[in-house]
Each structure stands twice: as C-alpha cells, then as structure tokens.
C-alpha cells in the first residue's frame, strides 16, 4: 500500500515537473519611437486598463527645438478590441506641451484611470512640489492639465509616485516625502476618493532616522485591503538601498499589518518586527549617495503580486538583489502567506549575468511569472507552473529593452510595457506593448 502511493506520488511528481512553460507571447506592437532615452525608471506605474483601453504614459523628446535635456510627458490610449491609438501630451497652462526636465529614474510618469474615467498622471518630480495633471474629459488623453494645487502637503518635496486604482475606482497613491528636517525621507500613502473627487493624505507609513524610503508597489486583494512594499536607503538617497519591506493597510478598519498578521503603528521603522521581507546579509552597510553607489550586498526595486484562495491572500514580492561588490543584480523572490507566522521564503531565481532596473510579478493562482531585463540584451520572462521547474522565455528579442511595467488581466494574460531607452539613436528609443498569453 505504502510502496503503492509513493509510486503514485513519485508519478505525479514527475507528470507536474514535465508541464511545459505556457507562456506565449503575441505580437510586439510598437507604441512609439520617439521615446525620450530618459524615459526609465523601476518604481514607476505606467501602465493600466480601464474602460476597455490600454493606457501608457510616457516621455517623448520635445517636437520644437533640439533642446535633449528636455522632454514632454505623452499620455496613450490604445482600444482594446481594435487597437486605435489616441495620444497627447500633458499641457501646460498656456496650451502647449508641458516641457520637464529630463532625469532617468525619477522624472518619469506614473497613471491611473479613476471608476469615473478620469485618468491621472503624477510626473517629473525629483524632491520637488507636486506635479499632478487630470484629464477633464472621461476616457480621454487630451486636455491633461495641472490639479497639482489640489493635492495636500503643498509644501513637502515628492519623489517615486507608484498610483493604483482599487475595484471602486478609488485611486491611491505611495510617494517619497521629504519635509525638509534634514533627518528622514518618509513613505507617504494618499488616497483620491471618487464620491468626492479630492485626494487625502491617509497615512506617513513609514519614516526612520537617517533613511529614505523607495516605494515599490500597490497591490489590492479581494477584501479591499492594500499590500504596500517599499525598501530604504541612507538618507537622503542612494542607489544603492536594503531591506525589502512589507505592509498591509486595511482601509475598513484604518488599521496597518506585518505579513504574519500582527497589528503595527506607523510610522513604521526598520526595526518594527516582522516588516522586513530581505533582511541585511553579512556585510551589507548604509551607505551615502555617492560614495558607494556601486556597494553590496544591495537591494533595488521590486513588484508585488497576489492570489488568493479560500480566503487565504498569498503575496509573491519580485527584486533585485546584488550579493558582493562587483557581482550582478540577481533576480529573486519572497513569499509568505498573510497571518501565516512561519513569515517570507527567498530564493535566487536568476543570476548569471547582470539585470537592469525594473523588474515585475505576476500570479494567477497556478502560475509566477517575472519579468526582468538583461544587461546589453532585452527582457526576459520567467515562469514556474504549480510546482514545475522554472522557464526562461525570451520577449523583444533583439530590440534593447531595459526597462518594463506588467500587469495581469483576469484572464491571466499579461499586459507589458516595454522600454529600449536608445534603440533608435543615443537619445531615442521605442515603447513597444506585447501581450505575453498561454495561461
Ligand atoms: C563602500 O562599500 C564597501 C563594500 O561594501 C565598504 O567596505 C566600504 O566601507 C564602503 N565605503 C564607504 C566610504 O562607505
Ligand atoms: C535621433 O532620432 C530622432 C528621431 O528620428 C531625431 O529627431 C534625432 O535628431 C536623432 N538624434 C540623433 C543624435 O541622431
């Protein structure tokens, strides 16, 4: 009997270990080649669907002058069903095409499309005011204009908007805050409430001394509940940052949580128990902008997807991770349960050679998949199904992709927005869109 089931097991075992990668990617569609070379970022939200479009935001050389320390920020809708582009730029009050300064991995958009239509664009903002624009039409990617004076805390200086819609078409928003006291850079978390049409600061969840806080992502489960990760640095900056952090914000109850459950107060710090989903390695030190940009062992950026079953909300957190001086930024991931005290699993899913920037998570509840890119090559996903081994599947072969922000539709097929920052010239690239199916 005994013998008799693990054959059976064994058998099973080997069945699932043999499923083969699913992912199927359709056609790369070129969303533009005018794209400005500084159009990159990793914490960035670019991409979103609502109201039967595909939304993309970003930066574009200007079209008069030759000025390339410039660049206007371009809003694109793109029609579901029939793939009709509609596109315009943020405007300025005069009119024109808004013009901001160019600054890789900061001064790129983020946007989301609010339960009524509107869609939001926060863009080019380094530890400087609000830059904020609202369309004022529904659906509609022209006539984006500034709403900045409407948004709280005029006077703190904002870096890294990450801005999701939730299934009320409620928006919410994390930031990095900078109140100028010269000790710390918070994470801020915003809400912009559809009933009433205004933004409200919900809460500064987490702020240390002499660290900034890099907001990561938003994710929202079945419950209405918010799933926040975020990492830190030395203060003020750096790019270099460290422990991966966690937190769950529950709007019905007001309340925040650690992933094993525990009720925390915020302003979170880095030694709130349970926060931390990649702890410190052996080595990894603090260190200033600047001066050890390039040190390690480091984290930098990460993604968070979800999937539920039975209740129970599983998060799958997806970051870069350099282990020593010198080495690559591997490809990880964490996992935990939420309320499950046993707390986050890690492992290295990628290593071989070096990866850029941004990376991201999907789940359907069967299937994870990441996305991330490789050095001088272009994007890469892999996926592992129940409990198969892991496969690479290369996308936009060929094409210098560098930078990326995917998201899932209830389907399971993944939408992804793809950047080759220089692929047309030293300071043009392309944005291509590719749906990535097979689930
Ligand atoms: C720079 O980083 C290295 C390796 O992590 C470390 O040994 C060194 O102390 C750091 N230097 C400074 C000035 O922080
Ligand atoms: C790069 O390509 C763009 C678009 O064709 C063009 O406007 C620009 O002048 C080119 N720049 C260089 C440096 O070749």
């Known amino acids: 009997m005994f013998i008799h089931f693990a054959k059976l097991t064994s058998g099973c075992f080997l069945l699932s270990s043999l499923v083969q990668a699913t992912v199927s990617p359709g056609a790369l569609e070129t969303i533009s080649a005018a794209v400005d070379a500084n ?34 920020v371009m809003v694109v809708r793109r029609g579901i069903d ?29 946007l989301a499309v609010d339960g009524d239509g509107y869609v939001h664009v926060f863009a080019a903002m380094h530890n400087e005011a609000w830059h904020y624009y609202r369309s004022s039409q529904p659906y509609s990617p022209s006539q984006m204009t500034s709403h900045s004076s409407e948004m709280p805390d005029s006077s703190l200086l ?28 918070g994470g801020y978390l915003y809400k912009y ?58 709007p019905t109850t007001n309340t925040w949580s650690v992933a094993n459950g525990d009720t ?33 062992p480091a984290f930098q950026s990460a993604k968070l997807a979800l999937y539920e079953s039975s209740g129970i909300v599983r998060m799958q957190a997806a970051y870069r991770y350099k282990a020593a001086v010198g080495g690559v930024w591997q490809v ?24 850029s920037a941004a990376i991201d998570i999907t789940h359907d509840g069967t299937s994870v998949r990441v996305y991330y890119c490789k050095i001088q090559d272009s994007v890469y ?29 209830a389907d399971g097929t993944d939408v992804t927005y793809l950047v080759a920052p220089k692929n047309v010239n030293s300071t043009t690239g392309s944005l291509y869109l590719q749906l990535v199916g097979g689930r």
């Open 381 to 409: 996903v892999r996926e592992k199904v129940g409990n198969a081994a892991w496969t690479e599947t290369a996308l936009a072969a060929g094409k210098g992709v560098q930078r990326l922000s995917v998201s899932m539709r």
């Open 332 to 355: 990880r991931r964490a996992y935990a349960t939420f309320g499950d005290t046993a707390g986050w699993t890690r492992e290295i899913l990628f290593s071989d050679t070096d990866t």
């Open 82 to 110: 029939n793939g009709v582009i509609s596109r315009d730029c943020l405007k300025a009050s005069d009119g024109q095409c808004a013009t901001f300064l160019d600054d890789a991995g900061h001064n790129t958009p983020s």
């Open 264 to 296: 925390v107060s915020v302003p979170v710090t880095r030694s709130t128990p349970q926060l931390v989903f990649q702890p410190l390695t052996a080595g990894e030190q603090y260190d200033t902008i600047g001066v050890n940009d390039t040190a390690a």
């Open 39 to 72: 159009s990159v970022a990793a914490f960035w939200s670019p991409l979103a669907e609502a109201g039967g479009y595909t939304w993309l935001a970003y930066n574009r050389n200007p079209m008069s002058g030759n000025d390339n320390g410039h660049h206007n």
């Open 193 to 250: 409430t559809l009933s009433s049409k205004t933004w409200a600061r919900i809460a500064r969840f987490a702020y240390d001394a002499d660290t900034a806080v890099y907001p990561d992502d938003i994710t929202f489960d079945a419950s209405g509940n918010l799933h926040i990760i975020f990492e830190w640095s030395k203060n003020p900056a750096s790019a270099i940052r460290h422990q991966g952090s966690y937190l769950r914000y529950s």
């Open 158 to 185: 904002i870096t890294y908007p990450v801005i999701k819609s939730d299934s009320s078409g409620n928006l919410w928003l994390i930031i990095r805050g900078d109140n100028g006291n010269g000790v710390a850079r």
